[in-house]
């Protein structure tokens, strides 16, 4: 008996859970967002991986409060995993890129495929200056568009 009222618990407790979430997605949903995105393959060589802690790092480090809030969201996403390959004819992808996106009411009004980051890669500061500013100009768009 106490298995089964264990097992109830965690099933109404993952309910809850869900229909929260599904909640914040649907209000998310309605609000404009800028994303950035780092797409990469299951293989992956070190600039691979430099290109998305640059950009990550950028990020963090010009942006805290737009991640913080919302405003902002940054997504690593392997495009061979299951769901994702849409993402490669979506944003023409031909090697690993960083992508912003810019989505309001659920529909992608405008992205940019920041195809520099591989030219910047051996200059930490342009490759973050450039993401910054890349950046920045989409941010703006959220008060343009509002």
């Keep these: 008996m106490a298995d089964e009222t264990i097992k109830s618990l965690v099933i109404l407790f993952l309910c809850i859970v869900g ?13 404009a967002q800028i994303a950035a995105y780092y797409f990469h393959t299951k293989f992956r060589c070190p600039s691979c991986h430099k290109i998305e802690q640059f950009t990550e790092e950028s990020l963090k ?37 960083v992508v912003l996106s810019f989505r309001k009411n ?26 910054k500013e890349e950046t920045q100009i989409f941010l703006d768009k959220l008060k343009e568009k509002d």
Excluded: C, P
């Excluded at 942006?63 to 902002?72: H, I, T």
């Design 106 to 131: 659920g529909e992608e009004l405008e992205y940019k495929n920041l195809d520099k980051v591989w030219m910047y890669l051996g200059d930490k500061q342009k490759f973050s200056d450039y993401i």
């Design 19 to 31: 229909i929260g979430f599904t909640v914040s997605v649907l209000k998310a949903e309605d609000e």
């Design 61 to 97: 480090n010009n942006f805290s409060k737009q991640l913080e809030e919302g405003s902002l969201v940054y997504r690593v996403v392997n495009v061979e995993e299951k769901g994702n390959k849409h993402f490669i004819n979506d944003y023409q992808l031909y090697t690993k890129s």
